[in-house]
């Protein structure tokens, strides 16, 4: 019986093996049509899942070196604080008109030249060492501003209201001692201009901070204007205690005053932040000093 089982066994598998190499060279070669398609149908929902996410990471990197850069401004702003009697950098400062734009000295125009080209970036510099600090990655920087005239457009504005200027003392008379919140104020924001608006009453400034004026130009049709706030419906701002965060466009609106809180008029047709401006956008002359409801501690106004 042995003898017989083995013999069944060596048939059997000889049967299998023919089977197979009969089935192998049977077997077609390459995709059929369907067989294409269903796989191009799988890639391309595989590419609409992950591209978004791909640009969502990309973003987010950016979003980490722009605070990165702040954060070094801001730190610089700090150090630049301890080195002039706690007194912060002023914007256009006057010096002799024969020297270049110490941002860019290639800037082949004559306002590079101007007795006011000295801006705060300037200051900060030496605490900074290097000008691309000054730019966002996510933003697209004025070239002719900077190979012109020397200056960085669509880049980080100042505090103007909290720093003051050579022709207006801020209200917080323009030194950190002034300041009661230096780690809730911020110092340094993302902005086209290279200062944040401001109200000017008898060469007193003050932050134009109204919450109607900044929700009509970071969400214009109450959608958010992603040139102003780039980073995930948000961006970044330098605090006066040197350090960086970034805030959603929604939360730092909630944290600016409404024209019921804060008797600053408003800026007729909103801010002016694009290209080509008219001169004097960023300030506007006030009959009396502003008042307030409550402490609005971003601004400084506590």
């Not at 605070?67 to 002039?84: A, E």
């Not at 200062?195 to 959608?223: M, Q, V």
Request: charged fraction near 15%; glycine fraction near 8%.
């Amino acid at each position: 019986m042995s003898l017989f089982h083995e013999g069944c066994r060596a048939c059997a598998l000889l049967y299998f093996q023919r089977g197979e190499i009969l089935n192998n060279t049977k077997r077609p070669m390459g995709f059929t049509l369907i067989e294409l398609l269903v796989v191009i149908a799988i890639i391309a929902i595989l590419a609409a899942i992950l591209f978004p996410v791909f640009a969502q990471a990309r973003e987010k990197a950016r979003q980490t070196s722009c605070m990165s850069n702040l954060k070094q401004i801001g730190t610089g702003v700090y150090m630049y604080v301890q080195d002039y009697d706690e007194s912060y950098p002023f914007s256009d400062t006057t010096v002799p008109n024969t020297q270049p734009s110490p941002l860019n000295p290639n800037a082949t125009g004559a306002f590079a030249r101007r007795v006011n080209h000295y801006k705060w970036e300037a200051w900060v510099l030496p605490y900074i060492k290097s000008t691309q600090i000054f730019f966002c990655p996510s933003r697209t920087r004025d070239e002719e501003a900077w190979s012109v005239n020397g200056e960085i457009k669509n880049g980080y504005a100042i505090n103007l209201g909290i720093t003051g200027s050579p022709n207006g003392t801020s209200f917080i008379g323009g030194t950190i001692a002034g300041l009661q919140t230096p780690a809730e104020t911020f110092i340094i924001q993302e902005l086209w201009n290279q200062i944040t608006y401001n109200y000017n009453n008898s060469s007193t400034l003050y932050p134009a901070a109204l919450r109607e004026d900044w929700e009509a130009y970071l969400k214009p049709n109450n959608a958010v204007d992603k040139k102003s706030a780039p980073h995930s419906d948000g961006f970044v701002f330098a605090y006066a205690d040197g350090h960086a965060k970034w805030m959603k466009v929604d939360n730092f609106l909630g944290q600016c005053p409404r024209t019921s809180e804060y008797s600053a008029p408003r800026f007729s047709g909103g801010f002016k932040t694009n290209p080509g401006a008219q001169v004097g956008v960023n300030t506007r002359a006030i009959g009396a000093a502003p008042t307030w409801t409550r402490p609005f501690p971003l601004w400084g106004l506590n």
